[in-house]
């Protein structure tokens, strides 16, 4: 059984700062793409950034120069930092996880609300 856990999400006021974490436990394959996702309304999820096994992160054009995607492929963990945060950014977001055996695993989402 797989499991993504993530964290970090919150409350916080336009202009500030959050960094989410999810960690895959169980027994997962190696790891090949991590990412991050969000709600959006009339589709179900929206890329948000990924991040490759050697680091490169790959993001969504609405968030290039705010989120900072990382990992510590020791730990199975990936990170989302996210600055200068907006109201719009407001949704819940799901760490993704694509193992080299193909499987893709998902976890349960954690609320960021970004007050005006």
């Known amino acids: 059984q797989v499991q993504l856990v993530e964290s970090g999400g919150g409350l916080v006021q336009a202009g500030g700062s959050l960094r989410l974490s999810c960690v895959a436990s169980?027994?997962?394959?190696?790891?090949?793409?991590m990412a991050w996702y969000r709600r959006v309304p009339g589709r179900q999820r929206e890329l948000v950034v990924t991040?490759?096994?050697?680091?490169?992160?790959n993001y969504a054009r609405s968030v290039l120069g705010r989120f900072t995607i990382s990992r510590a492929n020791a730990k199975n963990t990936v990170y989302l930092q996210m600055n200068s945060l907006k109201p719009n950014n407001t949704t819940v977001y799901y760490c993704?996880?694509?193992?080299?055996?193909?499987?893709?695993?998902w976890g349960q989402g954690t609320h960021v609300t970004v007050s005006s």
């Open positions: 169980g027994s997962i394959y190696s790891i090949n793409v």
């Open positions: 991040i490759t096994s050697g680091g490169r992160g």
């Open positions: 993704n996880v694509d193992a080299a055996d193909e499987s893709d695993y």
